[in-house]
Each structure stands twice: as structure tokens, then as C-alpha cells.
């Protein structure tokens, strides 16, 4: 009898431990060695972000000559800081986008950035500052990445970043991961695309997260891990669950004063 009993528990014990590993373990599906090679080839091939309304941009406009007076009036939007490139101060206020997906910069008037790569920008500045520096550069950066990160994660909140490409793996390291309650399975990247919101969901527990287009963040995206169903059974949110709960702790307790009479009996 007691060798039946020590049998139960220990059968029970591996089912828990195998739902445990299904539900919390990253990455679980996927890392074959075929798909190690597509990952690393993924991973190559990241695509450069577009400027988005609300980006904060700091662009440094410098000539490739020994004369950089010619330049000063453009980098205006950059004096406030202290920092220097090729003897110009780097940039601290910046250029915000508008709703409108444009910016303003002296001389050259308004300008449509929404939508382009830093690297698009950067060709259409140097055309457009032809005329007024000789051999114009640019360099533009981006100076502001939040991502906004809720839900079951252990710091949620806003988390800014200083590079330029951020991935959610990126966003839920900075967050201190998931709390034991997030659902890996159902995470919500909500996006704004083309001035709408657009929705997407991945599965941390599997290797197929890595080819998402949300893979890579773009700032201002939000995060939302969702709880799973013994944070809701706690919260009196699902009541089957959390009868269902009740009964597993019924069953352990039975268990446990079953063993506890076997025990006594055979002594």
C-alpha cells in the first residue's frame, strides 16, 4: 500500500514538473540545427527601422572641409549640448517629428521623414544641403527609444534605451522578465503603423519569436504580457480555475494523510 502510494505522488510530481518546463521554459521549439542557421541568418539581415511621428532625432550636419562656419546655422537644434563631433556639438534637443511625419530645419523648410530609413534621410539632407556646404555630411541618430512594457513582468513602465535597435528580448531583460504568472505564450506587442494601431502576438516558447516583425522594436511600441490562469484564480477572476485548484489541493492533502496512516500502521 505504501509503495502505491509513494508511486501516485511521485507520478504526480513528474506531471507537475513536465506542465512546469511546457509553460515557463523559453525557447523550447525550434532549435533544431536547421533552424539555428536560419536564426543566425535572420539575425544578419535585421532591417534598418523607419522614423516614425514623435521620434526625437539628433542630426549633424558638418562639411568635410577645415570651414565648418558654413554648417553652424544648421545645427542650431543641437546647441544645447556639450559634446562635440568634428568640433560641433552633438545633439540634445533635436528635431522632434510631428504628427505629421515632418521636420523643420533652417534654410531648408519642412521636411517629410516619417516613413524613411535614417539612412534615406541622411541622402536627401546631403542633396539638399549641396547649394549652401561645401561636401555636406550628416549623421543622424536616433536620441529617444521607449518601449512601454505591462502586464505580468516584474518592473513594467516605460524603459528607455540608448542603442538604436532594440528587441523584445531587450525590452523584457530591462522589465527583470516575467513574473511566475505571465502567460510566455500570449505576449501582445501593440505598434503604431501608418497612424494606426496594429497588433501582434508571439510565444516566448518558441524559436519562432526571432522571425516576427515585432522581434525588432520600434520606439514607442507597447508590451502587454497577459496573466495566466492561477494569477486570475487568485484574483476570484475565473471561478473554475480556481475550484480546480481547490480540488488538486484536496487531492494533496488526501495523499499526504493517506501516506501519513500507512506509515503508522506499519510501524
Do not use: W
Not at 151 to 179: M, N, R
Not at 201 to 207: E, V
Amino acid at each position: 500500500m505504501l509503495t502505491l502510494v509513494v508511486c501516485v505522488v511521485l507520478f504526480s510530481s513528474c506531471i507537475f514538473t513536465k506542465d512546469l518546463n511546457k509553460n515557463y521554459t523559453y525557447f523550447q521549439k525550434g532549435l533544431d540545427s536547421v533552424g539555428l542557421r536560419e536564426l543566425d541568418s535572420i539575425g544578419l539581415n535585421i532591417k534598418e527601422t523607419t522614423i516614425q511621428s514623435n521620434d526625437l532625432l539628433s542630426i549633424l550636419v558638418y562639411s568635410q572641409t577645415i570651414n565648418q562656419e558654413q554648417t553652424a546655422v544648421f545645427n542650431i537644434a543641437n546647441s544645447s549640448s556639450s559634446g562635440s563631433t568634428q568640433g560641433l556639438s552633438g545633439g540634445a534637443q533635436g528635431y522632434k517629428v510631428s504628427l505629421i511625419g515632418t521636420i523643420d530645419m533652417p534654410i531648408l523648410g519642412t521636411i517629410k521623414v516619417a516613413g524613411l530609413t535614417q539612412s534615406d534621410l541622411q541622402k536627401i539632407l546631403v542633396e539638399k544641403l549641396t547649394p549652401y556646404v561645401k561636401n555636406p555630411s550628416v549623421i543622424i541618430k536616433l536620441m529617444q527609444f521607449n518601449v512601454n512594457v505591462l502586464g505580468e513582468v516584474k518592473s513594467p513602465g516605460i524603459h528607455s534605451f540608448q542603442s538604436e535597435k532594440v528587441t523584445i528580448l531587450d525590452a523584457i531583460s530591462s522589465a527583470e522578465d516575467l513574473t511566475d504568472y505571465g502567460r510566455r505564450e500570449d505576449i501582445l506587442v501593440i505598434r503604431e503603423e501608418d497612424g494606426k494601431r496594429a497588433f501582434y502576438k508571439i510565444d516566448l516558447r518558441t524559436a519562432d519569436l526571432f522571425k516576427s516583425p515585432v522581434y525588432q522594436l520600434r520606439p514607442n511600441d507597447v508590451i502587454y504580457v497577459s496573466p495566466n490562469k492561477n494569477k486570475l484564480s487568485m484574483l476570484n477572476v475565473n471561478p473554475e480555475a480556481q475550484r480546480k485548484t481547490g480540488l488538486l489541493f484536496a487531492v494533496t492533502s488526501t495523499l499526504i494523510g493517506l501516506i501519513s496512516l500507512v506509515v503508522n500502521l506499519s510501524r
